[in-house]
T-cell receptor, first 118, second 115 residues
Framework: ETGVTQTPRHLVMGMTNKKSLKCEQH?????MYWYKQSAKKPLELMFV???????ENNSVPSRFSPECPNSSHLFLHLHTLQPEDSALYLC?????????????????FGPGTRLTVL | AQKVTQAQTEISVVEKEDVTLDCVYE???????LFWYKQPPSGELVFLIR??????QNEISGRYSWNFQKSTSSFNFTITASQVVDSAVYFC????????????FGTGTRLQVFP
């Protein structure tokens, strides 16, 4: 496997379910990101992890809970979601993230998980 | 405040036509980075180019070219001799040196290339 992978690619869940999205990067990067892409809205940054520590939480509701057990894996745990949470959830990684000291690293994205909340 | 505007929501062209996708940005930072990504129907954002604010040289990569003009805060993207495989949503994005974790995306331009 190369690049950034995400599983599952599609997920349908009820509002009372608990599910998790998984992201794995094979690029040797130290920073990982979760984005939400809703129809007709710009991509929204949700969380940033750098060296497995959360460095950004962009006012995301607590029903979204990220986990980064190591620099290659990132999870997004979902519980009691709302229909408006239906979206494409994209994971990305970059070499150093905010540790690069004022230099923005290029972010490389996975294919996304298409989430539908019924 | 940082902002990226892609005024063209959707563009349709016929194969072999040239097409330019516009991107206008706003930032108060003197050091910043601009990006273009392509999102085909499969969903994955594919990185195309990164440019820092100190490098105003235009860039050409095959059929793709980018025109960066600080005077008009624009970073436009031109595809020459478009092909059906170029059909996708294209996103312009901005990142400031003061907040390098954050990519501010435009709303995207959907390009449809017809045979």
């Amino acid at each position: 496997e190369t690049g950034v992978t995400q599983t599952p690619r599609h997920l349908v869940m009820g509002m009372t379910n608990k599910k998790s999205l998984k992201c794995e990067q094979h690029l040797g990067h130290n920073a990982m990101y979760w984005y939400k892409q809703s129809a007709k809205k710009p991509l929204e940054l949700m969380f940033v992890y750098s060296l497995e520590e959360r460095v950004e939480n962009n006012s995301v509701p607590s029903r979204f809970s990220p986990e980064c057990p190591n620099s290659s894996h990132l999870f997004l745990h979902l519980h009691t979601l709302q229909p408006e949470d239906s979206a494409l959830y994209l994971c990305a990684s970059s070499q150093d993230g905010g540790l690069a000291g004022g230099v923005t690293d290029t972010q490389y994205f996975g294919p996304g998980t298409r989430l539908t909340v019924l | 405040a940082q902002k990226v505007t892609q005024a063209q929501t959707e563009i349709s062209v016929v194969e072999k036509e040239d097409v330019t996708l516009d991107c206008v940005y706003e930032t108060r930072d003197t050091t910043y980075y601009l990006f273009w990504y392509k999102q085909p129907p499969s969903g994955e954002l594919v990185f195309l180019i990164r440019r820092n604010s100190f490098d105003e040289q235009n860039e050409i990569s095959g059929r793709y070219s980018w025109n960066f003009q600080k005077s008009t805060s624009s970073f436009n993207f031109t595809i020459t001799a478009s092909q059906v495989v170029d059909s996708a949503v294209y996103f312009c994005a901005l990142s400031e040196a003061e907040d390098t974790d954050k990519l501010i995306f435009g709303t995207g331009t959907r390009l449809q290339v017809f045979p």
